[in-house]
């Protein structure tokens, strides 16, 4: 049973560069999350999609793409990365809507270095 | 929107002790409380959880409590043990400004150190 996978799981890049965060689940899960965590602030919701082809933004969106073709599958992007985004990012999933007690299961993270 | 507030953000005990680590939030509206565990390198990991209907709720070493009036909740880990260093996180529920859908709203982190 795989979970969640998240590639890759370090990457360096330039400012200025495309970059994309690989995200995949076993579960059929409806939901997805991409969180970012930083020291000092905890982890932050970039997005969400509760559905293939349904997204919405979380707390802190900007510079992100993200889509869902497929329910297994949601991808971040970060369209030119920039050193703010330099962080450690969890792709999450679970089954419905977590507030109703659901639990979001994390990924292991893909950290990432803006240089 | 939902605002939770964690202490301590480091917290040192010596092996055996308890440790307790507290969360504050604002939405009275927010009924799970759910506490996850982090571990360097890894992904964080639901330990426990707790629903607004209940006051407290236990499991071998660790146990949560919630005060729906005053808005705050707590972990309890008792004879703590070295595997029991990590960060953990506290969160409560919320409704994303979408309206799509509710999640959850983390706090900062608590970094627990366990002495030998």
């Known amino acids: 049973d795989a979970g969640i996978t998240q590639s890759p799981r370090y990457k360096i890049t330039e400012t200025g560069r495309q970059v994309t965060l690989m995200c995949h689940q076993t579960?059929?899960?409806?939901?997805m999350f991409w969180y970012r965590q930083d020291l000092g602030h905890g982890l932050r919701l970039i997005y969400y999609?509760?559905?293939?082809?349904?997204?919405d933004k979380g707390e802190v969106p900007d510079g992100y793409v993200v889509s869902r073709s497929k329910t297994e599958n949601f991808p971040l992007t970060l369209e030119s990365a920039t050193r703010s985004q330099t962080s450690v990012y969890f792709c999450?999933?679970?089954?419905?809507?977590?507030?109703?007690?659901?639990?979001?299961?994390f990924g292991e993270g893909s950290w990432l270095t803006v240089v | 929107g939902e605002n939770v507030e964690q202490h301590p953000s480091t917290l040192s005990v010596q092996e055996g002790d308890s440790a307790v680590i507290k969360c504050t939030y604002s939405?009275?509206?927010?009924?799970?409380f759910p506490w996850y565990k982090q571990e360097l390198g890894k992904g964080p990991q639901l330990i426990i959880d707790?629903?607004?209907?209940?006051g407290e709720k236990k499991d071998q070493r660790i146990a949560v409590t919630l005060n729906k009036t005053a808005k705050h909740f707590s972990l309890h880990i008792t004879e703590t043990q070295p595997e029991d260093s990590a960060v953990y996180f506290c969160?409560?529920?919320?409704?994303?400004?979408?309206?799509?859908?509710?999640?959850?709203?983390f706090g900062k982190g608590t970094h627990l150190i366990i002495q030998p």
């Open positions: 999450a999933s679970s089954e419905f809507t977590t507030g109703s007690g659901n639990t979001i299961y």
């Open positions: 579960w059929s899960h409806s939901y």
């Open positions: 999609s509760a559905a293939a082809d349904i997204t």
């Open positions: 939405d009275s509206a927010s009924n799970y």
């Open positions: 707790i629903r607004s209907n209940v």
């Open positions: 969160a409560a529920s919320t409704m994303y400004s979408g309206g799509g859908a509710d999640g959850l709203t």
